[in-house]
């Protein structure tokens, strides 16, 4: 089972920051958090990950607190496109072994 | 374009036909997935294939049967398949660098089962 717990759903105005809330509160301590989302009938798309500190790249940030309990990840600024469902996920295992536990995800709505 | 090819794109099969699915990754990684995708539910992980070796099989019925020849291309054979496997079968590969592992997906095949 997946070790994440995400809203099903959320809607956020375009230009407007989108902020995805995750909680997994039974994450260890070498245990990554990773984002994907999932465009209609594509396949997943990596946007971030992180172990402890927070981290941002070209698509997003993330922030995760300081007990490692939750996560959220920031689209800064969202447009129409970035409407999708978004994957919240704690890598289990290690190297390539470690192994990606889909749950099902926030959906997430820009509207204009 | 990820980097990871996927044919056929639809695929529409009887309960007695034999297909294959196809993955490609032109990316250098060394470990290759499987999953499957139903409507409604989350992905879940099928097979892994680390090194042209297979590391994970997660309960999958013998009708899914996967090859590995290389690095670069992963199949799933399918034989004698049921309605309830129609799916969105998705490939992804990924290497670890640096505790960093992350896996590229392709587009998928969507797969109709009558």
């Known amino acids: 089972d997946a070790k994440t717990t995400q809203p099903t759903s959320m809607d956020c105005a375009e230009g407007r920051a989108a902020n995805l809330p995750c909680n997994h509160s039974t994450i260890s301590g070498n245990e990554y958090v990773y984002w994907y989302r999932q465009i209609h009938s594509q396949g997943p798309q990596y946007i971030i990950h992180g172990l402890k500190n927070n981290e941002t790249n070209e698509m997003a940030s993330l922030i995760i607190t300081e007990d490692r309990k939750s996560s959220t990840l920031i689209l800064p600024h969202a447009t129409l496109r970035d409407t999708a469902v978004y994957y919240c996920i704690v890598r289990v295992g290690l190297g390539n072994t470690g192994k990606l536990i889909f749950g099902q995800g926030t959906t997430l709505q820009v509207k204009p | 374009e990820t980097g990871v090819t996927q044919t056929p794109r639809h695929l529409v099969m009887g309960m007695t036909n034999k297909k294959s699915l196809k993955c490609e990754q032109h990316?250098?990684?060394?470990?290759m997935y499987w999953y499957k995708q139903s409507a409604k539910k989350p992905l879940e992980l099928m097979f892994v294939?680390?090194?042209?070796?297979?590391?994970e099989n997660n309960s999958v019925p013998s009708r899914f049967s996967p090859e590995c020849p290389n690095s670069s291309h992963l199949f799933l054979h399918l034989h004698t398949l049921q309605p309830e496997d129609s799916a969105l079968y998705l490939c992804?590969?990924?290497?670890?660098?640096?505790?960093?592992?992350?896996?590229?997906f392709g587009a998928g095949t969507r797969l109709s089962v009558l």
């Open positions: 992804a590969s990924s290497q670890e660098v640096q505790g960093k592992n992350i896996q590229y």
């Open positions: 294939y680390n090194f042209k070796e297979q590391t």
């Open positions: 990316l250098g990684h060394n470990a």
